[in-house]
């Protein structure tokens, strides 16, 4: 019942940093929709070029917007202690990881899903498109959520070298980005692919929390 | 007897009486190899350029062993505290890089008369570009933090999980439809490759591994020697 409790107050607090600075979140979302933009003028505006490469390139740059802000997975709450403190609070690293990774799921990535029947707009997208789209990003943004808790906790006390969070999330994220997009691209194969991309995410949420819970370790040691 | 592989002044005095012999018989088996590698029949298909396999095959191979034999080394390393794990982890790293790009490049300029292009979008092939993307990975990482346990620690981490790649590079030419041709020398029942080409294949492979061993052996050498000087 108090870890329950425990619980709920964590996501309050998180929902409460969220709403805080949920403008970081609409200028990530603005960001991918310049990108979009940037993509189309650099292509030409042919309506049936756009059509069939549409679905990867929305992934693509989804991808790489979702990498934008990756360090602020645990850097803030490290910086000032507060994962010290939850941790003294009776909950072990690897649940601590689990919560970060739903709550980032939750209020990051979910409010994504609203830029993408727009995106779809702007790439003259079928509805079924769209529809597959939006399926294959909920079970993909929790892989994307994963791997940004991996390279987070990697680079906690990296102060040289900023760019590498973003390598090893797009490194790993390469089958999901195969999966996803086959998707669309194959006839006849949705229930094997996404069967497949279930499998990647089941994976990674295997791997991520002792991962990064053994990183964590480590900086909170190496501090 | 094996406490020469966890150990480094063990792993010092042993290998101080093995270097010397092992550049003469590595030297040796080059020169075998590659006077057989000159007499060896040409393919009736491809012609001559059947002989670029005889370097491209065991770097190939020996690429995916580097990664596996970090891959122990880091969980040695990791689970049983045991600091050699690390240090043979940073020093062998850019040997797999060095062996995972000769095989990329030797395989594209077969490629470029058999297949008409440099590169595919192939599952084998684009498997080992990502395989060498990860030792570029465990290259750069090994050179960004600053306190050293964590570095190599978070190093020993990352190599782990990265080994998820070496089962799709295995069996990527079974699962998927590729154009790379499936292993025929691993065939346990039966290998589908002539003797007279398997000869030079397999001395010329037993002379890459030497120069691998060798240059790993004088890097590991450097290593404990640098950390030493530290402590």
């Known amino acids: 019942m108090i870890l329950f409790k425990k619980l709920i107050l964590f996501f309050k607090r998180e929902s409460k940093l969220f709403y805080s600075n949920i403008v970081d979140l609409f200028s990530n979302i603005l960001f991918f ?8 003028f650099a292509l030409g505006t042919d309506e049936y070029l756009l059509k069939t490469i549409g679905v990867g390139v929305i992934w693509s740059l989804l991808l790489l917007s979702s990498t934008l802000n990756l360090r602020k997975f645990y850097e803030s709450d490290f910086e000032n202690g507060i994962l010290t403190i939850i941790h003294m609070g009776g909950f072990s690293l690897e649940l601590i990881v689990i919560l970060k990774i739903f709550s980032h799921f939750i209020f990051v990535q979910i409010p994504f899903l609203i830029s993408l029947p727009i995106a779809g707009l702007f790439f003259n997208l079928p509805m079924h498109d769209v529809y597959i789209l939006f399926l294959t990003f909920i079970i993909g943004s929790l892989i994307l959520s994963c791997l940004g808790s991996i390279s987070a906790s990697m680079n906690l006390l990296n102060r040289t070298n900023y760019s590498i969070g973003s390598i090893i999330v797009l490194l790993f994220s390469i ?21 497949m991309l279930f499998g990647i995410c089941l994976i990674f949420l295997g791997i991520s929390p002792w991962a990064s819970a053994a990183c964590i370790k480590l900086a909170i040691r190496n501090k | 007897m094996f406490k020469f592989l966890i150990n480094p002044s063990r792993f010092n005095k042993f290998t101080d009486i093995i270097l010397k012999p092992l550049f003469f018989i590595t030297s040796l088996t080059l020169v075998v190899g590659l006077i057989l590698v000159y007499f060896s029949p040409l393919d009736y298909q491809q012609g001559l350029t059947v002989k670029i396999m005889y370097v491209h095959v065991p770097s190939a191979w020996l690429s995916l062993l580097t990664y596996a034999i970090m891959t122990i080394y880091s969980i040695i390393g990791f689970v049983f505290k045991i600091p050699f794990g690390f240090i043979i982890n940073k020093a062998i790293a850019p040997i797999g890089a060095v062996f995972t790009l000769l ?55 990352f190599i782990i999980i990265g080994s998820i790649n070496l089962p799709i ?5 079974d699962w998927w439809n590729t154009l790379h041709q499936p292993a025929s020398v691993s065939k346990l029942s039966s290998p589908s490759i002539d003797l007279s080409m398997l000869q030079p294949l397999l001395v010329m492979t037993i002379a890459f591994s030497m120069i691998g061993i060798i240059i790993a052996i004088l890097r590991i050498k450097a290593e404990i020697l640098l950390r030493k000087k530290h402590l």
């Open chain 2, 169 to 173: 590079i295995k069996y990527s030419v």
């Open chain 2, 103 to 157: 095989c990329l490049i030797s395989g594209s300029m077969w490629g470029k008369p058999m297949w008409g292009t440099w590169w595919v979008w192939d599952a084998r092939l684009t498997s080992v570009a990502i395989l060498f993307i990860i030792y570029l990975v465990v290259i750069f990482l090994n050179q960004t933090f600053e306190s050293r346990d964590l570095r190599e620690k978070i190093v020993a981490i």
């Open chain 1, 175 to 195: 089958p999901l980005i195969i999966f996803s997009v086959g998707i669309n691209n194959v006839d006849n194969s949705f229930n094997s692919l996404i069967n």
């Open chain 1, 33 to 40: 929709f310049l990108s979009v933009f940037v993509f189309v």
